[in-house]
């Protein structure tokens, strides 16, 4: 049992739509949360979800006087809550990853004096030479992009550099269109934070570094050299020069549990935290959810929710302009691997209600028999190993992985001969097409992972370690069934239930780990030895089938030559 006086710690969540603020022990148990939701507990802005929106120019952005207030809100409802301020060891955070913040040339003034009397919004609303900070929706920066992509030689370029190819939300191009729109703002612009590390700051009393993860989600940090590309800051930096452009953005410290000082004397006095209260890197929203699991090496991490999120730890850097790559957030050596897809409840919905519609069973929204027909249906729709296999990519929106409009395409494969037949005979439409999205979208993870996974020994083929389903869709078992028939996964496939609090959980842990790791010590192996599984996670169906997997491997095959051949007909390849 934890000891009345016992260390805590406080990982923050800045999301687009609230601020969460939850404290756990050393033994990872959440003792408080505190959350200040944007639309309904904010005083005097004008916001939407969190936003606000200027559709002329596709700008989306938030006031950061907002973020101010929210802080103010999270903390006292801490205090309200009985929280000892003075038992809390050590301050991390996750922030909604790609925005940016522009700080004045007061900031680091401001940032020292501030008042135990007063509010932050009172305080720091001089401290900054802009006051939005660009939200991931924004999609303003096509122009910037464009530049980006062709900078380096092209996406592939440009992907193998930074983990990413230019996307609009990312702060590279955000930097260089605010530079152009705002000459005067930008040069009066002492430095320019992500959100994560703008709450470090304003914990720190003094502008925070980012973190090693989350710089990777700029377009700006060279992943294989660690350090900023040399020519993109030169794209990036206009008129200013390079040299101004990295004192704005500031160093960047290789360890993410490093200690970057004490907590500010306005937290000690305002809310009695203990000046010993350390503050660690502030990483961004989704390497926290990696830290939340916390996901080992080639584990697994799928979101099917409405939309489909890929997540994996892994030693392998194989990048490419339709994935993600970061630093992971804690620990050398390891990279965080992303997909993310516009399709994917929507999809599988859209499938399920013609099923029903089909049946007569209009009780809607029951995956009954969507669930039925997709294990009856046999791998691939194969009732014959001689039968061709049933390929198909279903979008009800336009996707980004492939880069395709909206729109169904039906194929055949014989993986014997290797042929390709685009083709509507043979397929029992609806029925068919309740296995045959599972297996689209799962089909696309392997494909886009190959290369990432390790055999686990005994003569396994590479693989995930263990898959995680999280979202709306990991509560379905006939989906959770089709996964680990295609995705493997040794130790099989899990449902994870961390609810809502992935990210300010994965902060809190990698407080934990900074401040109480021995020597040489992983996050990994510390949290590992704290966080109870069952908690959280629950076996659901088995990974790995011998046989089944490799059938899938030849199916993989075929569906890396669909997708080629459809992005051939749309003129897009």
Known sequence: ??????????????????????????????????????????????????????????????????????????????????????????????????GSVYWGEDAERLLKSLDAKKTLEEQLEGAFSHPFSPNWQDSSTQKECDEFDAYLGGQEKLAAATGSKAHHRFTGPQILRFQRKYPEVYKKTLRISLVSSFLASLFLGHIAPFDISDVCGMNLWNIKKGAYDEKLLQLCAGP????????????????????????????????????????IPATGDNPATILALPLRPSDAMVSLGTSTTFLMSTPNYKPDPATHFFNHPTTPGLYM??????????????????????????????????????????????????????????????????????????????????RLHQTEEGWNKPLDEARAIVESQMLSLRLRSRGLTQSPGGGLPAQPRRVYLVGGGSKNKAIAQVAGKILGGSDGVYKLEIGDNACALGAAYKAVWAMERTTGQTFEDLIGQRWKEEDFIEKIADGYQPGVYERYGQAVEGFEKMELEVLRQEGKH
């Open 337 to 418: 691997f992303m997909l993310c897809y516009k399709n994917g409840g929507l999809a599988r919905e859209q499938v399920r209600d013609a099923i029903n519609e089909k049946l007569g069973k209009t009780t809607a929204l029951t995956w009954a028999n969507f669930d039925k027909i997709t294990l009856e249906t046999p791998p691939m729709g194969q009732k014959s190993d001689s039968d061709p296999m049933k390929l198909g990519l279903f979008f009800p929106r336009p996707e980004i992985v492939p880069n395709l409009r909206a729109g169904r395409w039906r194929f055949d494969y014989d993986p014997k001969s290797g």
């Open 240 to 279: 200013s020069g390079v040299e101004d452009l990295k004192r704005k953005l500031g160093d960047v410290p290789e360890d993410g549990g490093i200690h970057l000082g004490t907590i500010d004397r306005y937290y000690v006095e305002r809310y009695g935290f203990s000046p010993d209260c350390n503050i």
């Open 1 to 98: 049992m934890a000891q009345p006086d016992s260390p805590l710690y406080i990982g923050f969540d800045l999301s687009t739509q609230q601020l969460k603020g939850l404290v756990v022990n050393s033994d990872l148990k959440v003792v408080y949360v505190s959350k200040f939701d944007f639309d309904a507990d904010s005083r005097g802005f004008p916001i939407k979800k969190g936003v606000l929106t200027n559709e002329a120019e596709h700008e989306v952005f938030a006031p950061v006087a907002l973020w101010l207030q929210a802080l103010d809100g999270v903390l006292n409802g801490l205090r309200q809550q009985g929280l000892d301020f003075r038992r809390v060891k050590g301050i991390s955070g996750a922030g909604q990853q790609h």
